[in-house]
């Protein structure tokens, strides 16, 4: 049996040990870029200059816009497939399968239980978004006083109707304002829709998200329209869509994203199709 110490080890040698001069890396802060953005020359330049005479859209955001209604358009036949299921126990057939929530919960009686859906009828339309009511003050001010009907530029775009803070109150660039919405609406197939704010025959809704919502159900060409706002379509516009041979399927704003909502409620007025060959630079 051989016995070694430490020591035996290193007989005859010398230890040597390195050390970095530096011996941790000194943390330096690493510059980020920045796109610089382009500034008024003087105060209010940009607001004088907007005219608003033949305003037209930011692309990048029509097409989230348009993204979001498909969303809401799925979003509500989910919802309402999920609303015709409704669950029986096992007798002969296994329907559209076996739901395994319910048989687990009384597993106890050796019970199994199977889903039943029945297909919904008809397709979504029209899109209504409703983020304020914005219902005049004592003072007969509004918040979102600016009414809109945009048509679509081409197949792939919806024809819209919105109420939102006025263009040219927040400018971002030259010839680009930043709005907010106060609710909108989104119709397929475009090039459709007269100005409903102008349209007499809308005359009778009471504010503007009923305006929105009827023209909505007017204008659909599907048999179901979406409705999505903190509050629930008055029972005289579910008579209406009644009327008209179509359902509203309300969706409470609360159920969906406020990072998302918030997203989405911000858009952008240009001051001709000129100006969005350098709206990126801003927007």
């Known amino acids: 049996v051989l016995r070694l110490r430490g020591?035996?080890?290193?007989?005859?040698?010398?230890?040597?040990?390195?050390?970095?001069?530096?011996?941790?890396?000194?943390?330096?802060?690493?510059?980020?870029?920045?796109?610089?953005?382009?500034?008024?020359?003087?105060?209010?330049?940009?607001?004088r200059e907007f005219n608003a005479r033949s305003i037209c859209s930011y692309p990048p955001e029509d097409v989230v816009i348009e993204g979001y209604g498909r969303y809401l358009q799925?979003?509500?036949?989910?919802?309402?497939?999920?609303?015709?299921?409704?669950?029986?126990?096992?007798?002969?057939?296994?329907?559209?399968?076996?739901?395994?929530?319910?048989t687990i919960r009384d597993w106890a009686r050796r019970k199994i239980y199977v889903k039943v859906e029945r297909p919904l009828r008809g397709k979504v339309g029209s899109v209504v978004v409703i983020f304020d009511p914005d219902f005049a003050d004592e003072e007969g001010k509004e918040r979102f006083p600016w009414c809109v009907t945009w048509l679509g530029e081409h197949e792939q775009e919806s024809d819209?109707?919105?109420?939102?803070?006025?263009?040219?109150?927040?400018?971002d660039g030259p010839g680009i304002s930043r709005c907010q919405y106060g609710g909108f609406m989104l119709t397929y197939p475009p090039l459709?829709?007269?100005?409903?704010?102008?349209?007499?025959?809308?005359d009778?809704?009471?504010?503007?998200?009923?305006?929105?919502?009827?023209?909505?159900?007017?204008?659909?060409?599907?048999?179901?329209?979406?409705?999505v706002s903190a509050a629930p379509p008055s029972g005289w516009c579910r008579s209406i869509a009644a009327r008209l041979g179509k359902k509203i399927i309300y969706?409470?704003?609360?159920?969906?994203?406020?990072?998302?909502?918030?997203?989405?409620?911000?858009?952008?007025?240009?001051?001709?199709?000129p100006v969005r060959t350098y709206a990126h630079h801003y927007i």
Not at 192 to 202: A, E, L, N, S, T
Request: hydrophobic share 35%; with cysteine; net charge positive.
């Open 204 to 227: 009778f809704a009471r504010n503007k998200p009923e305006r929105l919502l009827i023209a909505a159900l007017d204008y659909s060409v599907e048999k179901h329209v979406v409705y």
């Open 74 to 102: 799925n979003k509500a036949l989910q919802i309402k497939a999920e609303e015709n299921t409704h669950i029986e126990p096992f007798t002969c057939s296994m329907s559209d399968g076996i739901d395994i929530r319910e």
């Open 160 to 171: 819209m109707a919105f109420y939102s803070t006025p263009a040219g109150e927040v400018m």
């Open 192 to 202: 459709r829709v007269y100005d409903i704010w102008k349209d007499p025959f809308f």
């Open 7 to 47: 020591e035996d080890l290193y007989l005859d040698r010398k230890r040597i040990r390195f050390h970095r001069r530096m011996k941790t890396m000194r943390r330096r802060l690493i510059p980020v870029p920045v796109r610089k953005k382009k500034r008024e020359r003087k105060p209010g330049e940009w607001k």
């Open 251 to 273: 969706l409470p704003i609360g159920m969906f994203s406020p990072v998302t909502l918030k997203k989405i409620r911000q858009f952008h007025v240009l001051d001709g199709h």
